[in-house]
């Protein structure tokens, strides 16, 4: 049974995903995706809970077991347990335990997903032999989750080396050909507004569905997130900083902005004004303890257009923006 056929009910489900604050439409999209077996390529900028999603869906994978050997993961069922069985090693694995992820990255090789011939093997039990091949990560992505993050910063020799895989689950490796008896599921991806990448390929792509993930809709779905994943060290904060903490971060999404604050941006600032208050005894967030972290929480997190980059003094930009939002969002206070 493939592995999307265990988790068919889950996927189902109206709670799918249920940890995932907002993205509705994504998520249906996802199931339909998942249900088909396809691979998916998430595409939106950093923060946006991509690394969320795909780990969310490695929980959803029963535990099963499983044997090891030489690098290898394989079921009894597989070509692999043949040649393996008297030293493979049993495991029982649940899903969060067979999320494999890869980073891409301007180094990364072909080898290093695939595997490659260990020439001191190789003397030792033949060129051909399973023991002189040394598997890449893929190979323990099997009955788990293939996570290829940020997959567009990943050589053009890395994508050629996955077609074959993604679309056959086999690869030609040196001088002979080495069978992929994989069943995994493949999330991958990519920030579009990163230009320090390489371009995918329309065949590469050609392998995916592709599903967009955008900021949180709503300021409510964002503050959400920002106190599930902040740390308030046990200060008071009231509603009105809460909102214009993520209200102002929201309001630097804008179109003078090149790079633009994520989710990240919103609990960073919160916990840090938080940790502040804390640091100075007090028992409520102050606005001064926010105003405090502003340039040291965003300044790196941001990047003006060409247009005001060059005549404008970031940091003060950004207090200058702050005291702005402040005094247009009097309601919050």
Not at 173 to 197: K, Q, R, V, W
Not at 307 to 320: A, H, P, Q, V
Request: glycine share 4%.
């Amino acid at each position: 049974m493939a592995i999307v056929e265990l988790i068919e009910e889950k996927i189902k489900s109206e709670n799918f995903l249920s940890n995932i604050i907002g993205l509705d439409e994504e998520k249906e999209l996802l199931k339909s995706a998942l249900i088909s077996n396809h691979h998916i390529l998430l595409v939106g900028p950093p923060g946006t809970g991509k690394t969320t999603i795909a780990k969310s869906i490695s929980e959803l994978l029963p535990e099963i077991e499983l044997f090891e050997a030489s690098g290898f993961r394989f079921t009894k069922d597989s070509i692999f347990y043949e040649y393996f069985k008297d030293k493979a090693k049993k495991v029982k694995l649940n899903g969060s335990e067979r999320f494999v992820r890869i980073q891409g990255s301007p180094d990364l090789t072909a080898e290093d997903l695939l595997g490659d011939i260990n020439p001191v093997a190789a003397l030792k039990f033949g060129a051909y032999s399973l023991e002189a091949f040394k598997p890449g990560k893929i190979f323990l992505a099997n009955k788990g989750v293939l996570f290829f993050d940020e997959v567009n910063r990943a050589p053009e020799k890395v994508q050629n080396a996955l077609l074959q895989v993604l679309a056959e689950r086999k690869a030609t490796i040196g001088s002979y050909e080495i069978e992929f008896p994989l069943d995994f599921i493949l999330i991958a991806t990519m920030n579009p507004d990163d230009a320090s990448t390489e371009p995918l390929s329309d065949v590469f792509l050609d392998r995916f569905d592709v599903i967009y993930i955008h900021y949180p809709k709503t300021i409510e779905d964002e503050i959400k997130i920002v106190l599930k994943n902040g740390n308030n060290f046990d200060v008071k904060v009231s509603k009105e900083l809460l909102y214009s903490i993520v209200g102002f971060i929201r309001s630097l999404r804008n179109d003078e902005f090149e790079k633009k604050p994520s989710v990240r941006a919103s609990i960073s600032l919160y916990t840090r004004s938080c940790a502040t208050a804390h640091l100075k005894n007090h028992d409520a967030l102050l606005l001064e303890d926010v105003t405090e972290n502003i340039v040291s929480v965003l300044a790196h997190r941001v990047r003006l257009k060409p247009s005001l980059r060059f005549t404008t003094d970031l940091k003060e930009y950004l207090i200058r923006k702050w005291h702005n939002f402040l005094k247009h969002h009097g309601d919050y206070f």
